[in-house]
């Protein structure tokens, strides 16, 4: 497997882990690229799709999308680490592609989590299910760029990634000003009210 195939699936994985499984899983039993055979089994690639199901219908409900990024915050990088560090023909050591992958899939789920916890302060539905597909687009197309144009991939992803670590950052900042006047309206009361007894 090419470093840039690595390198962007690892990124890819932080947004929907499972897509990645499956998409490597089956351009591995094509021979379209060179995987660990683990992901070559069919086994892990119906799980993959399953998920990957779960993950396209749960992804675009308020609220629950956010409980489903809380729950894969682990995983997602994890399982990125474990992407990097089984991918055959690599001259880097196992323990440094691990840290690379999940350090990759971190900055892009910490990036999604925060854009969608922000965007659930909204009460339309609409933007969760655009912001979705807008996801799901992006893996699309970093994927099939990962396997198809590996070279090209990894300047794409090395630029992905330092944009999803900085809006990261600027959302989480976000999200604490949103919350803390969220507690400051609803946990002491409004302050305009006079208190009465």
């Known amino acids: 497997m090419d470093l840039g195939t690595v390198v962007a699936s690892s990124w890819s994985a932080g947004i929907s882990l499972y ?19 683990a992901l070559e089994n ?14 396209f219908v749960v992804d675009k409900i308020a609220l629950l999308d956010s409980v489903w990024d809380a729950i894969n915050t682990v995983i997602r990088p994890a399982g990125a680490a474990w992407i990097a560090a089984a991918a055959p023909d690599q001259e880097l050591p196992l323990p440094v592609l691990a840290i690379v992958g999940a350090a990759l899939a971190l900055s892009s789920h910490s990036a ?33 760029l990962a396997i198809a144009y590996p070279k090209i991939a990894f300047v794409v992803t090395v630029f992905l990634a330092i944009a999803t670590s900085i809006t990261a950052v600027l959302l989480y900042k976000a999200i604490r000003g949103v919350w803390s ?7 002491r009361g409004d302050p305009t009210v006079p208190a009465t007894g």
């Open 19 to 37: 897509a990645v499984a499956a998409v490597l899983g089956i351009a591995g039993r094509l021979d379209w690229i060179t995987v660990s055979p």
């Open 181 to 187: 006047r969220i507690r400051r309206r609803f946990g």
């Open 112 to 144: 999604k989590a925060s854009a969608r916890a922000l965007i659930n302060t909204s009460p339309e539905p609409a933007s969760n299910i655009v912001a979705s597909l807008v996801e799901d687009g992006i893996v699309g197309v970093v994927m099939a």
């Open 42 to 55: 069919p086994w892990v690639i119906g799980a993959a799709l399953v998920l990957l199901a779960v993950e």
